[in-house]
Structures are given as C-alpha cells and as structure tokens.
C-alpha cells in the first residue's frame, strides 16, 4: 500500500535531499490546509492507471458480452485472458485491480486517522471523514464485487504485527462499507458551490448505499435509499443522452458522483486520466488505444431505432455527432463512445488523448432503475413501471413511435425489462459483468465465452498469497 507521506532516511547524508515540495510526514497532519491535501489525495488518486484503465477493463468488462479487447490483435494480448476466462492469479491486472483498491483504502483510513485530531473547522472536518467513508466504501465495494472475501483494513497499520491479515467474510465488508456509507450520508451536504464539485455529497452516498444493497438483494434498503435520492429534488435526467457524456456536459443534474479529470498543460502523467485514451478510436490521431470495444452482441441487442445504440457505439466510418469522420480503415468495428472525446476538442492533447474526460460513476438514471428493480421485489409495480418507464422516456427524446412505455405488470416479465433497460441505459459503463452475475444469469450469457461457476469472482492475486506466507487464502478453483 502507498502512503501519503514519505518518512525521511535514518541515515544522515549530504544526498539525502527531500524530493522538491514535499512535506515531511512529522511536520503534516497538524492543520486544516493538511486535512484538505490529504482529501485531495483520496480523489487524484481515483483517476490513476490502475483505477481507470486497463485493471478495471479486464476486471469490470472484459468478462461481459458486450465487451472485448480491441486494438490490433497483437496489443496487450492479456487482455483476452478476461474476455476468454483463462486468467490466472499471476495475470499483472489482477495485481493492480487489487493493488489499485487498497491504494485508496490506505489514503481514506490515513484521513480517518488523522483528521480528527486537527484542529480546524468542525464542520468541514465532519465532512472531510465522510468524504473519506463514501471512497473507502466505493473501494470496498470494487474489491468484494471482484473478490468475494478480502482483507477489511479500516486503520493505517501500527506496527508490523498489523501488516499481515486474512480474508475477512464479504458478509462482514459488506457491512462495514454500509456502515460507511451510512456515516458519510448523515454528514455530507446535497450540493457544493462551484469550487467544490466533484466531492462526494449525500446523494453519492445513499446511491451507491442502493446500489450496494442491490448487490445484497436488501430490496427494501434499495427502496429507501434510492426514493430519498428521488424525493431530494437534487437530480432529474439529463434530456440529451448523447450529449450526457461530453466534457461540455460534466457534472450535470443527472450526474451523482464522476471522478473528475482535467488537462495539466505540460505535464501528461501528474493529473490526468487515461480512461479516455485507453478506449479512443485506434489509429486515429488525437483518438485513443482503442480497447475495450463494443461487441457484435451489444449492437444487436438494442430495440429497434433505440437512440442509446448510436450514442453508445461509433462505428466505423460514420460521422460522430460532433463532426469526427471515422476512417473506414480503422483496426476495430466499434469503438465506446462514452469515452470518446471529439477529436478537435482543444483539450484533446496528444501527449494524453482525451485526459479532460470525466469519468461517470453513479447516474440519476441507475437510481431510477435501482428504485424501479426494488418496487418490483417489494410487489410494487406501478412504482416500478413509473421508475422505469421515467429512463426509457428521456431515451426516446421525444419520438413516441419508439421504445413505448412497457405495460406488464407481471413480477417476472417486469424483472426481465428492468434487466434489459439496465442493460442498454448502462452499456460499458462497467456494470454489465457484475450485474449479470448478481442476476443469476452469467452461465447462460457468459458460459458460450468460457465462464464457469468460479468465475463468480476473480482470483486472489497469487503476488500478495505470497507475501503474506500463505495468511491470503485463494478463492477456489484458482
């Protein structure tokens, strides 16, 4: 695990120069001005390779049917160990998913340490260690959706006896992230001004709480969560789907939480994120990598003139909306256009393709579906088709002779629609993998790829089993 703040040499030397503006670890912690760098640590580092690009693509996507690895065939050829369920526990993506996770535990339990302590503003201070809660949570959350049990470390280790912990029961992380989550909601403000945006709020908290409780079929906990999100007057639906996912468009009234991103002149690796260059139309110049690309399965999938297909997939050789004609040449047949970021944007450098794009992760749409899956657990299927009916309404944009409104009021046929809606409304936003397994139903669409009832989570990393001198136990079948 990184820490914050590096500790000085025992060993006095005339070479032993502190690296140029670095804070001494015993001179931090003491003021509000620390208390605010160490939260901003939290959130740069949720932007970071091992965060957002190829770690999760192989751990959050790959796995699904919408997704494969893309590129030229002979790039990061890994890859396809995810698409094709032949990874193993010494694959390097593994290690970072994992490595990734626990970087961002360690900088939030460091902030939980810590900032009670100082001595600074109480409010800002009680807002600081829920901001910390709600991204330890999400990292948990990552980790147990991907892992099944993993090592639950809710403190900075005191001394070496600390280093080393098993496997805690996912029913225990499980618990500890909604006990997070459920802190972080009481204390987190619904909105921030302009010079805050970005920082988790109590929405963030209580949707991913939903989305968490989803995971644990708590459907009446979902219910609550996601009609208080509903009932906050806070969110409502972006009109243009499309254009939902542009830099322009940032941090709009549907969006809940989005790890926010920006282009540092001069300087490519410090601050920006690769979520956008990894997945950008190969071949291209000021286009991207190319990976992670929308599979035959995903196109076919979409009801008929479903306005999402185009706005989830360029294709080769069309013209974006936004002007970027699509070489026919192209390695790959589709590309993600969520990511995508016009090529002529000013920010789009080529040191870094498209490292102004935000990254979406809880949107007012999936509140609406979370709410509408739960109402339909719980028996209520008007709320359920209210809910549903509400995402598949801002889809259509206004064109009546398509997506109708579903009318069924049947538990299962209604469970199916809310299934598919989830599908199409959320399509590589890296759900698509875990929802299907949480459904029941990745051995019928996912075993034609390879997928076997161990797959259910992925292996332990065999580097950290090791490490640990066999306290790491490995997940079976691996």
Known sequence: MTALIATPSCKKSFLDVPPQGQQASQQFWQSESDATKAVNAMYGNLREWKQVAFA??????LGSDDTEKGSDPSDATFLNKFDNFTATSTEGQILDFWTGQYQEVNLANQVLDNIPAINMDATLKARYIGEAKFLRAYAYFRLVRAFGDVPLRLHVPKDATEYNIPRTPKAEVYAAIEKDLTDAAAVLPPTYPLKDIGHATKGAALALH??????????????????????????????????????ANENNQESIFEIQATYVPGNCDVSNSQYSQVQGVRSVNRGGWGFNVPTTDLANSYEANDPRKDATIIFRGETTPEGDAIPASVPNPMYNQKSYVPFTDPTNQNCNEGSEQNIRILRYAEVLLMNA??????????????????????ARGGNNAILPDITASDQATLRTAIWEERHHELALEFDRYFDVIRQGRALQIFGPKGWTEKYTVWPIPQNEIDLSAGVLTQNPGF
Do not use: H
Request: aromatic letters at 10%; proline letters at 3%.
């Open 210 to 247: 939903a989305k968490v409780a989803m995971y644990e079929k708590k459907w009446a906990d979902v219910l609550n969560y996601t009609n208080q999100v509903i009932s906050s007057g806070v969110y409502s639906l972006f009109p243009n789907y499309e254009q939902l996912f542009r830099i």
């Open 373 to 394: 899956e739960a109402a339909n657990e719980t028996g209520n299927q008007t709320l359920a088709k209210q809910s549903l009916n509400a995402v598949r309404a801002r």
């Open 56 to 61: 999760p693509i192989a751990i959050e996507s």
